[in-house]
């Protein structure tokens, strides 16, 4: 190593990168504590200027997920009075897509040279470490957001402070199906100069 010579590049990453796709459906399996230790591990290793450690990660299973569904069930109730049993059922399941959800939230801080969109950026990194984490250990993920992400009552049944906003709810798991590799169509949104 003390020739200065460059690590070679792990094919294995690449190709997790590459071929990324959300998984669509789960087996019933949990995620490990083990698992998950690696999982989280490898998140906090994302580029962090200034070192404040944006992220929180709320870890969601087994019967807690009752707790999330009925309360993104009460959170659309809440923007949509309307809705009926049917619509309210299904929100509710979202909670339920895998065995293991792990609720991304952000919480930037006052910084004189961070602003609170790189902090932002900085948990949206520990999401992409934590996903390519995942695929390396055969595991699956599902990233999500929607209305519930920004609701206060699913903050609220979390255990969640105002000052945190949820990035991402990340369902992982063993997959079972998964989406189709987007084409890599970086040409049209590239400027060379």
Do not use: C
């Not at 200065?4 to 490990?32: E, M, Q, W, Y």
């Not at 049917?86 to 919480?107: D, Y």
């Amino acid at each position: 190593m003390g020739s200065g010579a460059a690590p070679a590049i792990s094919n294995h990453v690449l190709d997790i990168i590459l071929g990324r796709s959300s998984t669509k459906k789960f087996a019933d399996t949990p995620v490990t504590r083990e698992q998950l230790d690696v999982l989280l591990s490898a998140a906090v290793r994302a580029p962090d200027h200034g070192l404040l450690a944006p992220w929180r990660f709320t870890v969601v299973e087994g019967g807690s997920r009752a707790v999330l569904g009925n309360a993104m069930a009460a959170g659309l109730r809440e923007i949509s009075p309307d809705a009926d049993s049917e619509t309210l059922e299904r929100e509710a399941s979202k909670a339920w897509r895998s065995p293991t959800l792990l609720v991304v939230s952000a919480v930037a801080r006052s910084h004189p040279k961070v602003p609170e969109i790189e902090q932002w950026v900085a948990v949206g990194a520990a999401i992409q470490n934590l996903w390519i984490a995942a695929e390396s250990l055969g595991l699956g993920a599902a990233w999500k957001t929607g209305s519930h992400a920004y609701s206060p009552v699913v903050k609220r049944a979390l255990g969640l402070d105002d000052s945190e906003n949820i990035i991402g709810f990340i369902h992982l798991g063993t997959p079972l199906s998964k989406g189709p590799v987007r084409p890599a169509d970086f040409a049209s949104r590239t400027r060379w100069l």
